[in-house]
Structures are given as C-alpha cells and as structure tokens.
Nanobody, 124 residues
Framework: QVQLVESGGGPVQPGGSLTLSCSATGNIFRIAAMGWYRQGPGKERELVARIQSGGYTVGTTDYADSVKGRFTISRDYAKNTVYLQMNSLKPEDTDVYYC??????????????WGQGTQVTVSS
C-alpha cells in the first residue's frame, strides 16, 4: 500500500511562514507528480502547487495564482518527500491542506493518493 503522511500545519499570524511536509511511503514503483491542494468548508478542493517528476517535465512546477510569489514547492526525490514553504501568509490561506501524489505502486497501475489533511489557520 502507498501512504502519504503530512506534517507541519498549525496556527500562524498574518505575514508569518509555515512549511508543510509530505512523505510517500510503501510499495512505490514510480512517482509522476506530487503536490498540495486545499479545501475549506463548503468549497471545492483546489490546487495550490505541484511538482512534476517524470521525463522531460521533471522539476516543472505549477502554482495557483493566489499563491504565486509567496509559496514554494520543492521535492526531495531520494526521500519521496514534497515540501511547501508558505511565506507572507494571509487569513484567506486558512484551509485544510492535502498532499497529493500520482503514483504507480509495485502491485498496481497509476493512481491518485491523498494525505489525511493538515489544518493551516492564519489569524491574529
């Protein structure tokens, strides 16, 4: 089984910083992409940032317009871990953040995997 384990959420004041981490564990054959999504009450889950891992797109990143210039996604390929450095946080960044991976396990084909979610609360 493949699992995504997140850490790093919590409360922070406006203008502050947080770093989220997510490690993929289990019987992983290959990871095509990892990223972060967020979802608030009554809202759709939305992409925050993702980083590609395969072929010619390795290292390619995508960001939501609302976080460009403030958030940075990075990946430790040896550890199958993705990080989200969040700077200049705003109250509207308050949400549950979910790690996502598009992963092929050793026992099945490509599939989407999700972490359990970590709460980020930006408030004074």
């Amino acid at each position: 089984q493949v699992q995504l384990v997140e850490s790093g959420g919590g409360p922070v004041q406006p203008g502050g910083s947080l770093t989220l981490s997510c490690s993929a564990t289990g019987n992983i054959f290959r990871i095509a992409a990892m990223g972060w999504y967020r979802q608030g009450p009554g809202k759709e889950r939305e992409l925050v940032a993702r980083i590609q891992s395969g072929g010619y797109t390795v290292g390619t990143t995508d960001y939501a317009d609302s976080v460009k210039g403030r958030f940075t996604i990075s990946r430790d390929y040896a550890k199958n871990t993705v990080y989200l450095q969040m700077n200049s946080l705003k109250p509207e960044d308050t949400d549950v953040y979910y790690c996502h991976g598009y992963i092929r396990s050793t026992t099945s084909s490509w599939d989407d995997y999700w972490g359990q979610g970590t709460q980020v609360t930006v408030s004074s």
